[in-house]
C-alpha cells in the first residue's frame, strides 16, 4: 500500500515561511492535495493538483511536487494559519487506494 | 452552491450497525465525474478516508475496513448512506462526507460536510 509522511509539527515565527512536506515513493508521479484543517472544523482544500488554489485562497499559499516529497509552501505565515494540514493523493488504479497523510501541526510562535 | 450535511445517531452501542446520511445540495450525483466520500477522524487524530461512491455507481473502499462498510446512493433524493457494522469504542470519530468532481488519480474533496460526531459506548 502506498505510505504518505508528514512531520508531525511545523513551527514557524509570523511573517516566515513555513514548509509542510508530503514524503511517497515517486510521489511527483501523483497529482498531490493540501487541506487545512482547525479546531472543531471540517477541513478546507487549500491546494490542489500540486500547486493550483481554490478560489478564495491567499496566494500565500503554494505547493509543489517532485520526486519522492512533495511541499505545501505558506509564505508570510500569519496567526489565522496555525492549524493541521493533511496531504492526500488517490490511486485510482488500486483496488485499496490510500488517501490522506497523517497530518502536520503548523504552530504559529 | 455546493452544502453537504451529515446526520445519523450520535451515540451506537458495541455490535451494533452504524448508519449515516449524507444530505446534499449544489450538484448531481448523475453528473459524469462526480461523487461522493466519507472521512472519518477520531478525536485528536488524524483524517481517515472509509469509502467513495461515483456517479456511476463505482464503490472504493478502505481496505482496513472493507468488510464493515457499505456505500449507497439515492440520486432522487440527493443523499448518499453509508453503513458500518460491529462497532466497536475504536470506531468514535467525527464523521464527515465530501464532494468531488475530480475523477481517477486526480480526486479530491473540494466540499465538505460539517462533521458529526459519532460515539460508540454502551
Known amino acids: 500500500s502506498y505510505v504518505l509522511t508528514q512531520p508531525p509539527s511545523v513551527s514557524v515565527a509570523p511573517g516566515k515561511t513555513a514548509r509542510i512536506t508530503c514524503g511517497g515513493n515517486n510521489i511527483g508521479s501523483k497529482s498531490v492535495h493540501w487541506y487545512q484543517q482547525k479546531p472543531g472544523q471540517a477541513p478546507v482544500l487549500v491546494i490542489y493538483?500540486?500547486?493550483d488554489r481554490p478560489s478564495g485562497i491567499p496566494e500565500r499559499f503554494s505547493g509543489s511536487n517532485s520526486g519522492n516529497t512533495a511541499t505545501l509552501t505558506i509564505s508570510r505565515v500569519e496567526a489565522g494559519d496555525e492549524a493541521d494540514y493533511y496531504c492526500?493523493?488517490?490511486?485510482?488504479?488500486?483496488?485499496?487506494?490510500?488517501?490522506f497523510g497523517g497530518g502536520t501541526k503548523l504552530t504559529v510562535l | 452552491q455546493i452544502t453537504l450535511k451529515e446526520s445519523g445517531p450520535t451515540l451506537v452501542k458495541p455490535t451494533q450497525t452504524l448508519t449515516l446520511t449524507c444530505t446534499f445540495s449544489g450538484f448531481s450525483l448523475s453528473t459524469s465525474g462526480v461523487g461522493v466520500g466519507w472521512i472519518r477522524q477520531p478525536p485528536g487524530k488524524a483524517l481517515e478516508w472509509l469509502a467513495l461512491i461515483y456517479w456511476d455507481d463505482d464503490k472504493r473502499y478502505s481496505p482496513s475496513l472493507k468488510s464493515r462498510l457499505t456505500i449507497t446512493k439515492d440520486t432522487s433524493k440527493n443523499q448518499v448512506v453509508l453503513t458500518m457494522t460491529n462497532m466497536d469504542p475504536v470506531d468514535t470519530a467525527t464523521y464527515y462526507c465530501?464532494?468531488?468532481?475530480?475523477?481517477?488519480?486526480?480526486?479530491?474533496?473540494?466540499?465538505w460536510g460539517q462533521g458529526t460526531l459519532v460515539t460508540v459506548s454502551s
Open positions: 492526500q493523493v488517490w490511486d485510482s488504479s488500486s483496488d485499496h487506494p490510500r488517501v
Open positions: 493538483y500540486d500547486s
Open positions: 465530501a464532494h468531488s468532481a475530480s475523477y481517477g488519480d486526480y480526486l479530491h474533496f473540494d466540499y
